[in-house]
């Protein structure tokens, strides 16, 4: 059974063999929705916008683990993942609302989010964006949702951010985001994928063009890792053009390639592939 | 192909020149949609709502959109009465035509949301009504060229604004015609 909802903005679909499987899926990634959402006032998210740089905020394990994931990876890549400057980015650009008693963000990075005893603090006021991450990491806490409700094998694709599991082969076809044409095709086992474009695809979450070093050639990059959570914010790191990229790709099991203005396509890493 | 390119392939030509690329999926027709939203339902009561041009006004004025001729509606009742609502609804994107099932508790609150149908195509049939039309009242993919190799798909940015905007008409809807039932 196939099922689609509208959530983090986007369609989530779940199928699997298992139905009664699919309502709990759902029921995790509205969980992270209503956790991580910026566009909800009352989300844990917004609560540390609005007063961690005053006290500290405690919140829940799975913000935590989100948050955390994001600071590692933020170390790992020099800073080219930082959801401080995304969320200071999303603020100018329009991709995330300014709540009521929320301040205005002031110059910053990565390294004013504290996280200890289950509380985040800032350490200046500060706007933080978990879009890079949590739609990864919804997609995780979904399939983990199925695996426990018995579910032999299935697939969770949140906007194109995507995981499946079970023996077989799940059929993925990558788009040209100006005309999403099919231009590449992956049959995954047991692996997660995620894409990325840049921000004239009008999606105003993925407002990391600010990142130095990215090529302009190209017009996405598709990360496949072992977890939604890692091919999600490797997508950010690969495209900011990062050296690190290559060298954190193979840390972590995981490979991507780009697609270019040009509807050519290149492996990162590798020799460009005919079109 | 090297090895760094051998876990994904080019689309099959056949894909790739596809004169104007579309795709559809079917998630649930409208009976499966009211059994997953309502499973302890017995029965749907059809409701159907047609609106005066001074309640299009009124919808449109409050939710920012006026509804179309016909506002396909439910009643979900159960052994001890009136279970909820469901609303059938259709909205367009700037390539999209989604059909979606929003059901709502007796009190209005929003019980949940279940897409029904997605139909996607960059040919720009999507703006004529002529082309909309006969997809009413039939089964989806009659005489429609439809890309059916394209299943689960990664890259194409989607938004599901017009589905939020959408449901925010029905809201209005319910508390102009269907609150003081």
Request: charged letters at 20%; proline letters at 5%; a positive charge.
């Given at each position: 059974m196939?099922?689609c909802?509208?959530?983090?903005?986007?369609?989530?679909?779940?199928?699997s063999?298992?139905g009664?499987?699919i309502?709990l899926a759902?029921?995790?990634?509205?969980?992270?929705?209503?956790l991580?959402?910026?566009?909800?006032?009352d989300?844990e998210?917004?609560?540390?916008?609005?007063?961690?740089h005053?006290h500290?905020?405690?919140?829940?394990?799975?913000?935590?683990?989100?948050?955390?994931?994001?600071?590692?990876?933020?170390?790992?890549?020099?800073g080219?993942f930082?959801?401080?400057?995304a969320?200071?980015?999303?603020?100018?650009?329009?991709?995330?609302?300014?709540?009521d008693?929320?301040?205005?963000?002031a110059?910053?990075?990565?390294?004013?989010?504290?996280v200890?005893?289950?509380?985040?603090?800032?350490?200046?006021p500060?706007?933080?964006d978990l879009?890079?991450?949590?739609?990864?990491?919804?997609?995780?806490?979904?399939?983990a949702?199925?695996?426990?409700?018995?579910?032999a094998g299935g697939?969770?694709?949140?906007?194109?951010?995507?995981?499946?599991?079970?023996d077989?082969?799940w059929?993925?076809?990558?788009?040209?985001?100006?005309?999403?044409?099919?231009?590449v095709?992956?049959?995954l086992?047991?692996?997660?994928?995620?894409?990325?474009?840049?921000?004239?695809?009008?999606?105003?979450?993925?407002?990391?063009?600010?990142?130095?070093?990215?090529?302009?050639?190209?017009?996405?990059v598709t990360v496949?890792?072992n977890?939604?959570c890692?091919a999600?914010?490797?997508?950010?790191?690969?495209w900011?053009?990062?050296?690190?990229?290559?060298?954190?790709?193979?840390?972590?099991?995981?490979?991507?390639?780009?697609?270019?203005?040009?509807g050519?396509v290149?492996s990162?890493g590798g020799?460009?592939?005919?079109? | 192909?090297?090895?760094?390119?051998?876990?994904y392939?080019?689309?099959?030509v056949?894909?790739?020149?596809?004169?104007?690329?579309?795709?559809?999926?079917?998630?649930?027709?409208?009976a499966?949609?009211q059994?997953?939203l309502?499973?302890?339902?017995?029965?749907?009561?059809?409701?159907?709502?047609?609106?005066?041009?001074?309640?299009?006004?009124?919808?449109?004025?409050?939710?920012g959109?006026?509804?179309?001729?016909?506002?396909?509606?439910?009643?979900?009742?159960?052994?001890s009465?009136r279970q909820?609502?469901?609303?059938?609804?259709?909205v367009?994107g700037?390539?999209?035509?989604?059909?979606?099932a929003?059901?709502?508790d007796?009190s209005?609150?929003?019980?949940?949301?279940?897409?029904?149908?997605?139909?996607?195509?960059?040919?720009?049939?999507?703006?004529?009504?002529?082309?909309r039309?006969?997809?009413?009242?039939?089964?989806y993919?009659a005489?429609?060229?439809?890309?059916?190799?394209?299943k689960?798909?990664?890259?194409?940015?989607?938004s599901?604004?017009?589905v939020?905007d959408?449901?925010?008409?029905?809201?209005?809807t319910?508390?102009?015609?269907?609150?003081?039932?």
């Open positions: 196939k099922r909802r509208p959530l983090l903005g986007t369609f989530v679909e779940i199928e063999d298992l009664p499987a309502d759902f029921a995790a990634v509205e969980r992270v929705q209503a991580m959402s910026g566009h909800n006032p989300s998210l917004s609560q540390i916008n609005r007063c961690a005053r500290p905020v405690a919140v829940s394990p799975w913000t935590l683990e989100v948050i955390e994931c994001s600071l590692d990876w933020s170390r790992a890549s020099d080219r930082d959801i401080v400057r969320g200071r980015m999303a603020l100018v650009c329009g991709g995330l609302p300014r709540h008693d929320q301040p205005l963000p110059e910053a990075d990565w390294t004013a989010v504290q200890r005893d289950g509380a985040v603090t800032l350490a200046r500060a706007c933080l879009g890079g991450i949590a739609k990864g990491f919804a997609v995780d806490r979904a399939i949702a199925l695996r426990t409700a018995g579910a697939i969770v694709n949140a906007g194109g951010d995507l995981r499946c599991f079970g077989c082969a059929p993925i076809s990558v788009v040209d985001p100006a005309n999403r044409r099919p231009l095709s992956i049959d086992v047991d692996a997660a994928l995620a894409t990325s474009a840049g921000l004239w695809g009008h999606d105003l979450s993925l407002s990391f063009n600010h990142l130095p070093g990215r090529d302009v050639r190209w017009s996405s496949r890792a977890s939604a890692d999600d914010a490797l997508t950010k790191i690969v900011a053009g990062a050296s690190e990229a290559s060298d954190l790709l193979r840390q972590h099991g995981a490979e991507a390639f780009a697609i270019r203005a040009d050519r290149e990162i020799e460009a592939v005919a079109a | 192909m090297d090895r760094s390119s051998s876990w392939a080019l689309a099959p056949a894909l790739v020149c596809a004169a104007a690329p579309a795709h559809a999926t079917q998630y649930l027709s409208i499966q949609a059994r997953l309502f499973p302890a339902a017995s029965g749907f009561v059809e409701h159907s709502l047609t609106f005066t041009p001074a309640q299009r006004k009124a919808i449109a004025r409050a939710s959109a006026a509804p179309s001729k016909a506002q396909p509606l439910w009643e979900a009742r159960g052994p009465g909820g609502w469901l609303f059938v609804d259709r367009l700037k390539h999209e035509l989604i059909t979606y929003l059901a709502l007796p209005g609150a929003v019980r949940g949301i279940e897409i029904l149908d997605y139909r996607e195509t960059y040919g720009g049939e999507i703006r004529n009504p002529r082309w039309q006969q997809f009413v009242g039939k089964r993919g005489a429609l060229q439809l890309d059916r190799d394209i689960n798909i990664s890259g194409a940015t989607l599901s604004r017009h939020a959408g449901v925010r008409r029905l809201l209005a319910y508390a102009l015609l269907v609150a003081r039932r």
